[in-house]
């Protein structure tokens, strides 16, 4: 199986601040990477996918890049609304991994 | 309105059974492939089980390969997940969704989950 590890696990940030996670894949797996959110009681949301494609309604503060085996999402000014914690998941086989999570608080 | 609504969770004994059902609608659930998530307390994601629109491909992970059986009705437009040979390890919120596999991806959807607590 493919492993997925993202980095931090968790990060203390202020409204406004750019913040970058980034995720490790034990195999490359070319652009097939999403990225979620997901609130604490909630079912996770898709942020972007193949690495760079933002999914329809995701605000353009989000972005995607990378290839291969190293990634990384970036919220470019933090806002109230996206403390939540983060995941990572590739879909380059039939069986998908996700990353542990980035939670991401208020500092 | 796009819902998944899951049902089936509940309390059961080490080595008891159970089965999830998944109900579908405001969409072509006949068109989409779909998958069961699980998420143990606190803990991160993990992918359960594949199965394509026709169910003619099904996968499934190395931690419920033999003991859990996913299946469709596109019919009755729902999603099952039989559980058998529960462990404590199975504890988690499932989650039937659409996400990308295989190098698709076709939407996001996601349901509302249900709490499986395997204790004696």
């Given at each position: 199986d493919i492993q997925m590890t993202q980095s931090p696990s968790s990060l203390s940030a202020s409204v406004g601040d750019r913040v970058t996670i980034t995720c490790r894949a034990?195999?490359?797996?070319?652009?097939?990477l999403a990225w979620y959110q997901q609130k604490p009681g909630k079912a996770p949301k898709l942020?972007?996918?193949?690495?760079s494609s933002l999914e329809s309604?995701?605000?353009?503060?989000f972005s995607g890049s990378g290839s291969g085996t190293e990634f990384t999402l970036t919220i470019s000014s933090l806002q109230p609304d996206d403390f939540a914690t983060y995941f990572c998941q590739h879909?380059?086989?039939?069986f998908p991994t996700f990353g542990q999570g980035t939670k991401v608080e208020i500092k | 309105e796009v819902q998944l609504v899951e049902s089936g969770g509940g309390l059961v004994q080490p080595g008891g059974s159970l089965r999830l059902s998944c109900a579908a609608s405001g969409?072509?659930?006949?068109?989409y492939s779909m998958n069961w998530v699980r998420q143990a307390p606190g803990k991160g994601l993990e992918w359960v089980s594949y199965i394509s629109s026709s169910s003619s491909t099904i996968y499934y992970a190395d931690s419920v390969q033999g003991r859990f059986t996913i299946s469709r009705d596109n019919a009755k437009n729902s999603l099952y997940l039989q559980m058998n040979s529960?462990?404590?390890?199975?504890t988690a919120v499932y989650y039937c969704a659409s996400i990308p596999v295989a190098g698709r991806k076709t939407v996001d959807y996601w349901g509302q989950g249900t709490l499986v607590t395997v204790s004696s």
């Open positions: 034990s195999q490359s797996i070319g652009s097939w942020l972007l996918y193949k690495a309604g995701v605000p353009s503060r879909y380059n086989t039939y | 969409f072509t659930f006949s068109s529960l462990r404590d390890e199975d």
